[in-house]
């Protein structure tokens, strides 16, 4: 049965640092991981997908990094803002029924 | 990506009383999900709703408390029904791309007293 975890469960760092959250995932076989924002009370806004055969994908500040077979992805948010305050989810998808399983997430508190 | 909305966004509800939630897409998908998120959680799926058929149902969820329907490949609804406090959570859908990304609507918050 996979499961997710994902590393610290709460982070805070000053503005301006550059940061890395981590997930880890046991069954390697997966289809692709997907990393998601959640602000308090709201939906998920996604961030990033990278497919099994991808190594990282990058949108702005933001670098995903995928190593299946030791089962880890890594989240790399560069110059951290106070807007960048969230939790911050990561999924992976089995293949099997378009279901994806879900980390408890980190939650990111940037300091002003 | 999908444009996905959700209504209500929040809702106060008493006890014993059912809420139907409504998720509307901007296009047509074959895969639509209903997730529920308990304070201080992350996501459980509750059900796969199927267009043309009934919805699948995870273990612990019964169609009796969540009956789902899914009329057409833009729409679908939850009813949370005979509501306790227990079930006060955000409530939210999602569906799958080419591609398989999942997206999802803005979350329904509800607040059953």
């Known amino acids: 049965k996979q499961e997710v975890t994902q590393i610290p469960a709460a982070l805070s760092v000053p503005e301006g640092e550059n940061l890395v959250l981590n997930c880890s995932f046991t069954?390697?076989?997966?289809?692709?991981l997907q990393w998601f924002r959640q602000d308090p009370g709201k939906g998920l806004t996604s961030l990033l997908l990278i497919q099994s055969s991808q190594r990282e994908q990058t949108s702005g500040r933001l670098n995903a990094s995928l190593d299946k077979s030791s089962g880890r992805s890594t989240l790399y948010i560069a110059a951290s803002q106070p807007g960048d305050s969230a939790t911050y989810l990561c999924a992976v998808d089995m293949n099997r029924d378009d279901k994806i399983i879900f980390g408890k997430g980190t939650r990111l508190h940037i300091l002003p | 990506s999908a444009v996905i909305s959700q209504k209500p966004s929040r809702d106060i509800c008493q006890r014993g009383t059912s809420l139907t939630i409504q998720c509307q897409v901007d296009?047509?998908?074959?895969?639509m999900f209903w997730y529920r998120q308990q304070p201080g959680q992350s996501l459980t799926l509750i059900a796969t709703?199927?267009?043309?058929?009934?919805?699948?149902?995870e273990s612990g969820f019964v169609i009796d408390k969540f009956p789902i329907s899914r009329p057409n490949l833009t729409f679908s609804t939850l009813t949370v029904s005979n509501m306790s406090p227990e079930d006060s959570s955000i409530y939210l859908c999602?569906?799958?791309?080419?591609?398989?990304?999942?997206?999802f609507g803005p979350g329904t918050r509800l607040l059953v007293l």
């Open positions: 709703a199927n267009q043309g058929s009934e919805a699948t149902y």
């Open positions: 069954d390697s076989a997966i289809y692709n």
């Open positions: 999602s569906v799958v791309l080419p591609g398989r990304a999942q997206y």
């Open positions: 296009s047509q998908v074959t895969m």
